[in-house]
């Protein structure tokens, strides 16, 4: 039982990353239907950030991580503006073609720049974990769930309520109409991106703090994972992001535990085609249907 | 010689002269291993790359798991080889084979639910598929786990003591492999198949509604592609010599993907080109070593920015050419004798006398709760124009789709020459004679007019995919007779002048037309059209109605439609069926309609309401 119990907080600490994650995939697809390949390497920018700021600069947690989430949307939005922007009436495999360039050439800057051999994350947090019932929990841990779980409500509530929300799905539901209501259709899109690339960044510490080395190529893995996620909650529904999230994270860390290490991804990659198939649109979608 | 000819001639030795001049490169050593190794791993990605093209450009669905095809191919391969115990020369052909099965065998079973899905889940569902193909490989204990395979015989060792000798052997293996696969997918791509496949890239329901069986030619051209991408994984495995599954992940089919991209989607010319240069690149660039990748990955960015729809676009230069000339060479070196050419061939027309050709029987469907058709009787007669008319939202169109098997009936049954079609898939009823045109027109946009008629008469025709690859005399015959027939059908139209040109080239009263004429040319007992005038000024729309007559005279077909153009409606119907609510509640002769006053109460209000409104409307003028 504690072993389960054990495992399921440790599903949630990882799927609130990937939840993180994969709200920057969602929103992007959401409002310029584009599969943004190079999200996942935000993540390693900010990750490098905070190894430069710390080991050449020297400079405390609370503003590394103020300053790793500002360089992440620096690049999110100079990516979108620069590399993106131009391709928008391109056919969509154009761009994505496009993205999957800005995600190699970011890999292998940072290759360039730090070499291949991975660096040590220069933050960990020695506070003891807390114990609840004989269940040891990890401060990191519990700062990642409250963290994301915060961070997703903020985001909703956004959506939701605020003016610059309001635009994004105007945006995201008819593009062409959006811009005939007056909405500045570009200032939208760079909020978007702006977003989904801080909450990366916001990941990216997060997930340094659980998987302490920082290499090249460590945004692929979650960046791809985070994806499936958005993909399997419905990709551009908010909530989705967050509910594929989850389940990624338990089944990866069930599947861990219980049947074998080895297989973890097989099984994610199997309930992401058993959803598919069942519900096409994912678990949040709505199923839409070619008007003949 | 005519320019036909010569550009068999000049294909055939452009590609000789290739192959002897690399060939003597290698075998007399001047090109040493490392520069033979890029030539083969050259090859054998423009065999990935075009055999992509066939799933990605031709029938335009995005697949993302291709390296999977390919590893499967390479596995199953080595094991053969390395466990066979003969020749290497006789059990690599075998090998091959099965490597190609075993990987159509996998895209068969993945694409049947796969290819339900399109555009972007399509994608990720392929992708799922390729990592879980890794993972399976990475824990099989037969494929060595993940440590993989290793001491694989490699082509450039095994053929000859001289090295120099086997790696030559090793070329041309993987250059007339090369040659054969790209020169398959160029004359599958034009035959009947190849129009069907396009035709669904085009316009998925058109091409059901024109007959194609659309998921029969998806899970066709999904399978081959993996066939052709097993083979390519083969001659990889026997090229380099182990395997490790780690490969074959999602990275090496995004890398293919690419170069399909690059080429451009579709053409198979622009596929050859861009994998050459994008295996070539990275070697060129060894030079300034780590800036490489970081500078293949910009040209990649730029090559997108600047040129969006790849090198070629969906262009091609012309081989095909040289492969009917082979093909006929051959025939004639192994003493085939070409069977005498039946004339012209002439698809199959039936002959229907009784003179009811549809009727429906209380025929009816709802959504949820939601009765969008209920009770509705109607029948057809021989050679009659009848119109279907009511206010928006009466469920004219929901009726089309019910006829045409796009909706499935809850109620009643649809009667087609005698027998019930309910519940058959569209492409199936279009065969047996509803043709239908759409609201919104829907033609293969992409494809000349002629090929779009031709697309329609592909259930009438019988050649085997293998004859269009091999374009055999059946193939000639039968492609011979449908060019004359679509000619023929084009000039009945006064079209014959465009049948070269872009379909989306046409002006839009042209494009309604053709689309008239694609549905005849499925040879219908009964032609639906969707509001055939809708956005003609009145000029188009005189014509319009000459042709309807025209269509009438010339061919034996029951015509019904759906209009709002009182005057047309008024103008050729012999008889009018008014819907309202789903239901049928007026019929008879255009002047009986014109007077009904159920007819007159749904179109502008109960009598009360159509008096206070034309009052208003009279008021309001004053």
Redesign the interface.
Same mark, same amino acid.
């Given at each position: 039982m504690t072993l389960f119990l054990n495992q399921l907080i440790n599903g949630l600490h990882v799927g609130s990353i990937y939840a993180l994650i994969a709200l920057g995939y969602t929103m992007v697809y959401g409002i310029v239907r584009l599969i943004n390949f190079a999200h996942g390497d935000i993540l390693m920018v900010g990750a490098y950030t905070a190894v430069v700021l710390t080991t050449m600069l020297g400079l405390p947690f609370p503003v590394v991580v103020v300053l790793v989430i500002l360089v992440c949307v620096l690049f999110g939005v100079l990516i979108e503006r620069i590399a993106y922007k131009p391709l928008r009436s391109s056919p969509r495999i154009s761009s994505l073609i496009t993205a999957i360039g800005v995600s190699m050439l970011l890999q292998n800057l940072a290759l360039l720049i730090f070499t291949p051999t991975p660096k040590p994350y220069p933050f960990s947090l020695n506070i003891p974990p807390l114990s609840i019932g004989g269940l040891q929990i990890g401060f990191t841990t519990v700062l990642t769930i409250v963290v994301s779980a915060a961070l997703m409500i903020l985001l909703q509530v956004l959506v939701a309520k605020s003016r610059a929300g309001k635009s994004m799905r105007a945006v995201s539901e008819d593009y062409d109409a959006a811009q005939l209501m007056g909405i500045n259709v570009n200032t939208t899109i760079t909020f978007t991106f702006a977003i989904g690339c801080a909450l990366a960044g916001i990941g990216s510490v997060l997930y340094g703090l659980a998987y302490p080395t920082v290499s090249p190529t460590l945004g692929s893995l979650p960046g791809l994972k985070a994806f499936i996620a958005a993909v399997l909650g419905g990709i551009g529904i908010i909530p989705g992001a967050m509910l594929g999230g989850l389940i990624m994270g338990l089944a990866e860390s069930l599947t861990k535990a219980y049947i074998s290490s080895r297989l973890s991804d097989a099984v994610v990659y199997g309930i992401l085609i058993v959803v598919l198939l069942f519900k096409p649109s994912g678990l949040l979608g709505r199923r839409t249907r070619e008007k003949v | 010689m005519n320019m036909k000819a010569k550009s068999y001639v000049l294909n055939i030795a452009a590609l000789l002269i290739v192959y002897i001049v690399l060939s003597l490169l290698i075998s007399t050593g001047t090109f040493n291993s490392y520069i033979s190794g890029i030539l083969a791993t050259t090859g054998i990605a423009i065999m990935m790359t075009v055999s992509l093209n066939l799933t990605t450009g031709l029938l335009g669905q995005?697949a993302l798991g291709h390296a999977g095809f390919m590893s499967v191919g390479a596995y199953v391969a080595a094991l053969i080889t390395k466990s066979l115990n003969m020749n290497f020369g006789f059990a690599l052909p075998v090998a091959l084979i099965a490597g190609g099965l075993a990987a159509a065998l996998c895209g068969l079973l993945i694409g049947m639910?796969?290819l339900?899905?399109k555009g972007?889940?399509l994608?990720?569902?392929t992708l799922?598929?390729g990592?879980?193909i890794r993972?399976?490989i990475?824990?099989l204990s037969v494929t060595g786990g993940?440590s993989g395979l290793s001491r694989i015989t490699r082509m450039s060792r095994a053929f000859s003591e001289d090295a120099n000798v086997s790696s030559a052997v090793q070329f041309s293996i993987i250059f007339w492999m090369m040659v054969v696969m790209i020169a398959s997918i160029f004359t599958l791509g034009r035959s009947r198949h190849g129009r069907a496949i396009i035709s669904i890239r085009e316009n998925e329901?058109a091409a059901e509604a024109t007959g194609i069986p659309t998921t029969y030619y998806k899970l066709f051209a999904f399978t081959l592609a993996a066939f052709f991408a097993g083979i390519a994984g083969g001659l990889y495995a026997h090229q380099i010599g182990m395997l490790s599954a780690k490969t074959f992940g999602?990275n090496k089919s995004?890398e293919y $993907? !690419?170069m399909v991209? /690059?080429g451009g989607?579709g053409s198979i010319t622009g596929s050859i080109i861009s994998s050459a240069v994008l295996v070539a690149l990275p070697e060129f660039l060894r030079g300034f070593s780590?800036?490489r $990748? !970081?500078i293949?990955? /910009?040209l990649?960015?730029l090559m997108?920015?600047f040129r969006?729809?790849g090198l070629m676009g969906t262009k091609e230069f012309s081989l095909l050419a040289s492969w009917t000339a082979t093909a006929t060479t051959l025939k004639r070196w192994l003493g085939i004798k070409k069977r005498p050419t039946k004339m012209p061939f002439t698809p199959h027309y039936d002959v229907w006398e009784d003179s009811v050709v549809l009727e429906t029987k209380n025929l009816g469907i709802s959504f949820g709760g939601l009765k969008a058709a209920e009770g509705i009787d109607i029948q057809l007669k021989n050679d009659e124009i009848v119109g279907l008319i009511g206010p928006n939202g009466a469920g004219k169109?929901t009726f089309f789709?019910l006829l045409t098997g796009?909706y499935m009936p809850t109620e009643g049954d649809i009667i087609l020459l005698g027998k019930p079609i309910n519940g058959k898939p569209t492409h199936l009823i279009t065969e047996q004679g509803i043709a239908r045109t759409?609201q919104n027109i829907r033609l293969f946009k992409s494809m000349s007019v002629l090929d779009n008629i031709k697309v329609a008469f592909h259930t009438r025709m019988e050649y085997s995919p293998l004859s269009g690859i091999v374009r055999d005399s059946r193939f000639s015959s039968e492609e011979k007779g449908i060019d004359i027939r679509a000619r023929e059908l084009l000039k009945v139209f006064n079209m014959e002048d465009v049948a070269d040109v872009r379909a989306d080239g046409l002006p839009y009263g042209q494009q309604r037309k053709l689309e008239i004429c694609r549905a005849l040319a499925c040879n219908p007992k009964v032609l639906l059209l969707d509001e055939p005038a809708a956005g003609m000024n009145p000029i188009e729309t005189d014509e319009l109605m000459r042709t309807i007559r025209l269509i009438r005279s010339r061919f034996s077909v029951a015509i019904l439609l759906i209009e709002h153009d009182m005057k047309l409606v008024m103008g050729i119907c012999e008889r009018i069926y008014v819907l309202n609510y789903g239901r049928v509640i007026a019929q008879g002769s255009p002047a009986a309609i014109r007077d009904n006053p159920e007819v007159v109460a749904a179109y502008l209000g109960t009598t009360e309401q159509a008096q206070t409104a034309e009052g208003d409307l009279a008021h309001a003028e004053g």
């Open positions: - | 995005l639910p796969a339900r899905l972007d889940y994608a990720i569902i799922g598929f990592e879980i993972v399976v990475e824990n993940a329901v999602f995004i $993907l !690419v991209v /690059l989607m780590e800036w $990748l !970081v293949y990955s /910009l990649l960015i997108m920015l969006p729809s169109t789709n796009v759409f």
